[in-house]
């Protein structure tokens, strides 16, 4: 089991228009993990919790950057959740 903290920027969001900024957030923090972690976006699960913090201020303003956990299981599925140590933020 590999677990690792990871600092994503989701400032690329800005470039779409306002009614899928959240959508592409979510999209974009998929992609990033998958890369990290070395596996396929289809194996990237995304906790409730993570998803309600991302939708939290609506689709027009997501987030510009969020910490999050990531857990790599044996079976090269990876879960993502909100960091304990710090959340989203400006």
Same mark, same amino acid.
């Given at each position: 089991?590999?677990?690792?903290?990871?600092?994503?920027?989701?400032?690329?969001? =800005?470039?779409?228009?306002?009614?899928?900024?959240? =959508?592409?957030?979510?999209?974009?923090? =998929?992609?990033?993990?998958? =890369?990290?972690?070395?596996?396929?976006?289809?194996?990237?699960?995304?906790?409730?919790?993570?998803?309600?913090?991302?939708?939290?201020?609506?689709?027009?303003?997501?987030?510009?950057?969020?910490?999050?956990?990531?857990?790599?299981?044996?079976?090269?599925?990876?879960?993502?959740?909100?960091?304990?140590?710090?959340?989203?933020?400006?």
């Amino acid at each position: 089991m590999d677990e690792r903290i990871i600092n994503i920027t989701l400032r690329k969001t =800005r470039a779409v228009p306002r009614t899928q900024r959240a =959508r592409r957030a979510i999209s974009e923090l =998929r992609s990033n993990v998958a =890369r990290h972690m070395k596996v396929s976006e289809d194996d990237v699960w995304i906790d409730k919790g993570l998803n309600e913090a991302i939708w939290a201020r609506g689709i027009t303003n997501p987030p510009i950057h969020i910490t999050v956990k990531a857990v790599k299981f044996e079976d090269d599925l990876v879960e993502v959740s909100l960091s304990d140590n710090s959340g989203a933020s400006n």
